[in-house]
């Protein structure tokens, strides 16, 4: 599922390559994706004549916005946007977004986890903390409310509602570098380790944004380029291998936590 650098990394491609243009028309080649596309508000939004002004994140979604209102975008497990260059619809092609200058722009999603749906003006603002902000993070963690929850710090990183933005590559990797145990509870993490989880968090995101992103499986950036962050994991998906750090003699171990795989240090996140 592409997590924070991969979303970001769209939103940074489609405002170089699309922000300002006139659209032509918006096609939908299905009725729905996880939910029924809001055909008649689309048509409006997406509309000839009117202007293709933004893209931005919000956590883990996309806000396309134009000249007639904004849409929420969800890639879901497998979607991503990709050029138009033919005629011909790709596989898995569900939407197609026309542009007057010629140009046009496809949402792809072969497992069809995603969704468009319509931004309203109460849901302007997210109330979740912006994981690249170093000073939100460390408000957040240092408040008194996550200083007392008996939630593992691995659980907190990935609530969408509390942070967001991080799934489990950057969660994994983030608490590693902050040499925190996975399994640790948010009461029983020192506040120089939260300290220090809020300096290492936006370094890791803006790395990863920096080399595109991780691509583990399908992700591929808007020009189907793969992201490299995946070279510098130190934890992830490297289990029974050895610990990279120069100082430390442990090894990579993995466990499940709530059905996802965790992969963590031996030695330098003990709990």
């Not at 583990?216 to 029974?240: A, M």
């Amino acid at each position: 599922m592409p997590e924070l650098p991969e979303v970001q990394n769209f939103v940074n491609a489609l405002n170089k390559s699309y922000a300002g243009l006139k659209i032509k028309e918006i096609q939908f080649h299905r009725e729905n994706l996880r939910y029924p596309f809001q055909k008649k508000e689309l048509f409006k939004i997406f509309s000839q004549g009117n202007f293709f002004q933004r893209c931005y994140r919000e956590g883990k979604q996309m806000v396309l916005e134009t000249s007639q209102g904004s849409v929420h975008v969800s890639l879901g497990m497998s979607g991503s946007f990709k050029p138009i260059l033919s005629k011909s619809l790709e596989k898995h092609q569900h939407v197609s977004l026309y542009f007057e200058n010629g140009e046009g722009l496809a949402y792809v999603d072969p497992r069809r986890f995603g969704f468009w749906i319509i931004k309203q003006e109460i849901d302007s603002e997210t109330s979740s903390c912006d994981p690249l902000n170093k000073n939100e993070l460390e408000i957040l963690f240092l408040s008194e409310e996550v200083m007392q929850k008996r939630v593992t710090v691995k659980d907190l990183l990935m609530d969408q509602k509390i942070i967001g933005g991080i799934g489990n590559i950057y969660a994994v990797e983030a608490l590693f570098h902050a040499k925190i145990s996975p399994l640790k509870l948010c009461y029983e993490v020192s506040l120089q380790k939260w300290k220090d989880l809020a300096q290492v968090i936006p370094q890791i995101l803006e790395q990863a944004i920096h080399l595109g992103g991780s691509s583990i499986s399908t992700y591929r950036s808007l020009n189907g380029n793969k992201g490299s962050f995946q070279d510098v994991h130190q934890v992830y998906g490297r289990e029974s291998q050895a610990c990279l750090k120069n100082d430390c003699k442990g090894t990579i171990k993995r466990i499940v936590q709530k059905g996802r795989s965790t992969w963590f240090c031996s030695l330098c996140q003990k709990n």
